[in-house]
């Protein structure tokens, strides 16, 4: 298991097999099975009503947690998308910025920081960085109450990316 994200009595598990599962937590049982991704899952998120996945195949899902079908396929990555983070609309912060769309976050081998909102199918915006690949993140609300994104890059440094400007803070 590389991921997983718990929401209510559902979790969220994605691997190396490209699939994402939904597991009952009330029973232990599988509910259902996310299949598309033509590489390994990296990362999944519940966000309001969908679960949203990234892979080695360079692809965000969205997927329809009820029905278990694939609703939207966002590619605009270059290589593997590591990690992602999810801002929900429910969470009532940074509503002037995203609209009360829920936004996301992926970091990708491509050396990009991409934010999204995933709901319209829209990459919002990204930031490119230099020479570093980014590794591992954090998602966070600055004390203005925008989005922003902490990062942790291969050549060791950290990182915070804001949500508004894509620019380094």
């Known amino acids: 298991v590389y991921d997983l994200d718990v929401q209510a009595d559902l979790l969220v598990t994605v691997s190396h097999d490209q699939h994402c599962h939904l597991v009952d937590l009330k029973n232990g049982t599988i509910q259902g ?3 598309g991704h033509s590489r390994p899952v990296m990362g999944a998120r519940f966000m309001d009503d969908v679960v949203v996945s990234v892979s080695g195949d360079s ?3 969205i997927w329809d947690a009820a029905n278990q079908r694939q609703t939207r396929m966002l590619d605009n990555h270059r290589a593997r998308i590591n990690s992602i ?3 929900s609309s429910s969470s009532g912060v940074g509503q002037q910025t995203t609209k009360s769309l829920s936004v996301c976050c992926t970091i ?3 050396k990009t920081v991409r934010f999204w909102q995933p709901s319209i199918g829209r990459m919002v915006r990204f930031y490119q960085m230099k020479s570093a690949m980014p590794l591992c ?3 966070a609300v600055n004390p203005s109450g925008e989005f922003e994104v902490t990062v942790g890059t291969s050549d060791g440094r950290i990182i915070t990316v ?3 400007t894509a620019k380094l803070q």
């Open 33 to 35: 099975t996310f299949q």
């Open 59 to 61: 692809s965000m899902r």
């Open 85 to 87: 983070a999810i801002w």
């Open 108 to 110: 990708s081998d491509d």
């Open 137 to 139: 993140m954090a998602p």
């Open 162 to 164: 804001d949500y508004k």
